[in-house]
């Protein structure tokens, strides 16, 4: 069974500060995605990336930045922290090819005070 | 630029009754369809998934949606639901290819059960 896994699992963070959430893949997928889920707006792309190096701005980029520093691990990096950013972040894995599937971690959810 | 619309915020059916939950999508070509199901404090799992063919696709635990390229429409469908079904599903489209494609995800439906 494929494996994606995200840390931390949930995270109190203040308006300005850092945040990193983490994720790992087990798959040997060639992609990997960070999405934020709100009421209302359903999944949302955020970064992406089809490798280790390679990162790709999705559909809401702004205030976000990501790092793949390996095939298996992929970070989603909020320099600036601000209260909306305040949602949940899954992470996912998938192959090549765009008719596959994607699979979803368990989700990291973010409080930005 | 593609789309998929979930009309239904929420469902609410009666165990052992049938099920539909709409999703239009919008898309230029051929679309990769899916559904996919989150149930409580989890992350998203795939219920199943078109690729052109056979318009009838089967997936898990009973579910089956029928794609319509004419009225644009991937309907998931079950013929008796349980109250295990209670959850949120999501429709989402993909244009296919490599290279880091992207899928695109409705807005969701929740699924209430009556006991």
């Known amino acids: 069974e494929a494996a994606v896994t995200q840390s931390p699992r949930n995270k109190v963070a203040v308006t300005g500060g850092k945040v990193t959430l983490s994720c790992n893949q087990t798959n040997n997928h060639n992609n990997m995605y960070w999405y934020r889920q709100d009421t209302g707006h359903g999944l949302r792309l955020i970064h992406y990336s089809y490798g280790a190096g390679s990162t790709e701005k999705g559909d809401i980029p702004d205030g976000y930045k990501a790092s793949r520093p390996s095939q298996e691990n992929f970070s989603l990096i909020l320099e600036l922290a601000t209260p909306s950013q305040t949602s949940v972040y899954f992470c996912a894995s998938g192959p090549d090819w765009g008719q596959d599937t994607q699979y979803f971690g368990p989700g990291t959810r973010l409080l930005v005070l | 630029a593609q789309s998929v619309t979930q009309p239904d915020a929420r469902v609410t059916v009666s165990e052992g009754a049938s099920l539909q939950l709409r999703c239009k999508y919008s898309y230029f070509g051929t679309p990769y369809l899916f559904w996919y199901v989150q149930y409580p404090r989890q992350g998203l799992q795939l219920l199943l998934k078109?690729?052109?063919?056979?318009?009838v696709v089967q997936g898990v635990n009973g579910f089956e949606a029928e794609f319509s390229k004419s009225n644009s429409s991937f309907h998931l469908r079950k013929a008796s639901v349980h109250w295990s079904d209670w959850a949120v599903y999501f429709c989402a489209v993909s244009m296919g290819g490599n290279m880091g494609y992207k899928l695109t995800f409705g807005t969701g439906t929740s699924l209430l059960v009556d006991p």
């Open positions: 078109y690729y052109p063919g056979d318009p």
